[in-house]
C-alpha cells in the first residue's frame, strides 16, 4: 500500500526524517548510491523506532537525487 506517494509508510517517514532538516540533507546529498543514503540515516537517527528493514532506500535516494 502506497503513503503519499511512497512505497510504504517507513519510507515516507524516513524521506521526511532525511529532508527536513538542513545538516542532515546536505549530508543526504553527498550520497552516490543508496546505501549511502540509509548510512546518513544511521548516523543520524540510530536511536529510532523505525523499522528500517522496511524503508525502499532506493527510492528516497532517486527521488531526492536523481539517482
Known amino acids: 500500500m502506497r503513503v503519499?506517494?511512497?512505497t510504504n509508510w517507513d519510507t515516507?517517514?524516513?524521506n521526511n526524517w532525511l529532508t527536513n532538516?538542513?545538516?542532515?540533507?546536505k549530508?543526504?546529498?553527498m550520497?552516490?548510491?543508496y546505501h549511502g543514503v540509509?548510512?546518513?540515516f544511521?548516523?543520524?537517527f540510530s536511536d529510532t523506532e523505525l523499522n528500517i528493514s522496511k524503508v525502499?532506500?532506493?527510492e528516497i535516494y532517486n527521488n531526492n537525487l536523481g539517482g
Open 4 to 6: 503519499n506517494g511512497w
Open 12 to 14: 515516507w517517514e524516513a
Open 21 to 25: 532538516d538542513e545538516t542532515v540533507y
Open 27 to 29: 549530508a543526504l546529498s
Open 31 to 33: 550520497c552516490n548510491d
Open 38 to 40: 540509509s548510512g546518513i
Open 42 to 44: 544511521e548516523v543520524f
Open 56 to 58: 525502499n532506500w532506493e
